[in-house]
């Protein structure tokens, strides 16, 4: 593996400055948009003829191509960063409404009225009750996002060398150094890896209550069999 | 609107519509290249989804399959191939493939799980045999969410055909590509807009397969 770390000077960055770069590029939209999906999904929530509408709208802007998004917004932001990250933004907010609306919405009634009979207030109900509850379908969707927001940055090579480590794959092309495109999706794919072994252990540590299988993390909370058990260990939580 | 402009130029210049460079013979391309890929991600996602959700086994090699699979950057396996293989279908065809079959077999596996167990064990007991009760019972009631993993395969697939023009294909990507080297904005914008415009194309195509194929019964009771 001779020099298999070394990134030609034209990159502008080390092994490591990449890698940051890539992060930074494809963790900040994700965060963006899991920010702006809260409220948003808490809306769909609270008025149900909204959130058919909504779905529709991400349906339609999650079947934008992520290229054309790109160049589109060289018209605005020319070829940058920022270009690379509102489209990541936007598909990770697409991602992660539903899968607020249906955590939010997989909390049992009978634990909302408890909640509310041991006076709660909107707010304190919604941070304390529904959110802890709706954490394991917000953690799936979010691996989704920031997985697919990791292998999009490199596609921003494309505009002008915004894609992070993916432009190592324009250098191994112009080079003719197959060993950098490896080192690409080797090191994007770890990456990747990484972050949704993360993710899984955010979940674990908020959600003390589930059991510690992989059987319920992956669920969409459509089934219902697993549910009543946490929410019922939650409003142990609550009582206390 | 300035990106307007551009695609009203893109479109009224004839050149863009015959040719070795027109946008029927690229779209055809593009068509080619998704049609096949997704059929080849089918031809592997679906049977493996039915059964697997038919027995309910392997549900977590499953999942691990799939997040192994999506880490994977498309892009990147895309140049990766044509660095090692040389020009051709097969490097294109490659990460096509590898993006589109985990939605296919998740949401197979996912849909055939959903399946309510009950008319299932009824089908049993009348003595359908097996192959009948997936085809006849289970396929029919999960066929809404079967049809949302091909479609957001489909879509992506569509979608990521555009880097084909990278490694020096056909397909809508060209314009894109050619564009950018050219400093042709024009080009570029038109490109991005007949692939969304495929892209929503796709969507639409599955709303009426959905509409044709799903049973009235099970659409009144989803």
């Known amino acids: 593996m001779n020099g298999f770390f070394d990134i030609p000077s034209d990159l502008q960055h080390s092994y490591l400055g990449l890698i940051g770069l890539h992060l930074k590029e494809a963790l900040l939209p994700v965060l963006a948009g899991l920010l702006i999906a809260l409220p948003l999904g808490q809306l769909c929530v609270r008025f149900r003829w909204l959130y058919p509408p909504v779905l529709g709208v991400t349906t339609v802007v999650y079947a934008i191509p992520s290229l054309a998004f790109f160049v589109v917004l060289?018209?605005?932001?020319?070829?940058?960063?920022?270009?690379?990250?509102?489209?990541?933004?936007?598909?990770?907010?697409?991602?992660?409404?539903?899968?607020?609306?249906?955590?939010?919405?997989?909390?049992?009634?009978?634990?909302?009225?408890?909640?509310?009979?041991?006076?709660?207030?909107?707010?304190?109900?919604?941070?304390?009750v529904q959110l802890p509850i709706a954490v394991p379908a917000i953690i799936a969707g979010l691996r989704v996002a920031t997985v697919s927001s990791i292998s999009l940055v490199s596609v921003g090579t494309l505009i002008g060398n915004q894609g992070a480590l993916g432009n190592l794959l324009a250098d191994a092309m112009f080079y003719h150094r197959p060993a950098l495109a490896v080192n690409s999706v080797v090191t994007t794919a770890v990456l990747a890896i990484l972050m949704d072994a993360a993710l899984v252990l955010v979940r674990v540590l908020l959600t003390p209550w589930m059991p510690r299988g992989t059987r319920s993390a992956r669920r969409a909370p459509r089934d219902d069999s697993a549910r009543p058990e946490p929410a019922a260990l939650a409003l142990k939580d609550a009582v206390r | 609107?300035?990106?307007?402009?551009?695609?009203?130029?893109?479109?009224?210049?004839?050149?863009?519509?015959?040719?070795?460079?027109?946008?029927?013979?690229?779209?055809?391309?593009?068509?080619?290249?998704?049609?096949?890929?997704?059929?080849?991600?089918?031809?592997?996602?679906?049977?493996?989804?039915?059964?697997?959700?038919?027995?309910?086994?392997?549900?977590?090699?499953?999942?691990?399959?799939?997040?192994?699979?999506?880490?994977?950057?498309?892009?990147?396996?895309?140049?990766?191939?044509?660095?090692?293989?040389?020009?051709?279908?097969?490097?294109?065809?490659?990460?096509?493939?590898?993006?589109?079959?985990?939605?296919?077999?998740?949401?197979?596996?996912?849909?055939?799980?959903?399946?309510?167990?009950?008319?299932?064990?009824?089908?049993?007991?009348?003595?359908?045999?097996?192959?009948?009760?997936?085809?006849?019972?289970?396929?029919?009631?999960?066929?809404?969410?079967?049809?949302?993993?091909?479609?957001?395969?489909?879509?992506?697939?569509?979608?990521?055909?555009?880097?084909?023009?990278?490694?020096?294909?056909?397909?809508?990507?060209?314009y894109i590509v050619d564009g950018l080297y050219q400093r042709n904005y024009e080009k570029v914008v038109g490109g991005a807009t007949l692939v969304a415009v495929m892209a929503l194309v796709t969507l639409g195509l599955f709303w009426t397969v959905n509409r044709v194929a799903v049973s009235p019964g099970v659409r009144r009771s989803g």
């Open chain 1, 74 to 128: 060289i018209d605005y932001t020319g070829q940058s960063e920022i270009t690379v990250m509102i489209p990541l933004a936007l598909y990770s907010l697409v991602l992660l409404v539903p899968a607020i609306v249906d955590g939010v919405r997989s909390v049992p009634q009978e634990t909302l009225a408890a909640a509310t009979a041991m006076g709660f207030g909107p707010v304190r109900r919604y941070v304390q």
């Open chain 2, 1 to 174: 609107m300035n990106v307007l402009h551009f695609i009203n130029a893109f479109f009224s210049d004839s050149a863009h519509w015959h040719g070795y460079d027109g946008i029927p013979r690229r779209l055809l391309e593009h068509i080619q290249y998704s049609l096949m890929a997704l059929g080849i991600a089918a031809a592997i996602g679906l049977p493996v989804g039915l059964l697997t959700g038919h027995t309910g086994r392997g549900g977590n090699a499953l999942a691990f399959l799939a997040t192994a699979a999506r880490a994977l950057p498309s892009f990147g396996l895309l140049v990766l191939m044509f660095v090692l293989l040389g020009l051709g279908l097969l490097p294109v065809m490659i990460p096509l493939v590898v993006l589109a079959v985990p939605p296919i077999l998740v949401t197979t596996y996912e849909a055939m799980r959903s399946v309510d167990p009950s008319p299932v064990d009824a089908a049993r007991g009348l003595g359908m045999h097996e192959a009948k009760i997936l085809f006849q019972v289970e396929v029919p009631v999960a066929l809404p969410l079967i049809l949302s993993g091909l479609r957001s395969a489909a879509i992506q697939i569509v979608s990521t055909a555009t880097i084909a023009a990278y490694v020096s294909l056909g397909g809508l990507g060209r």
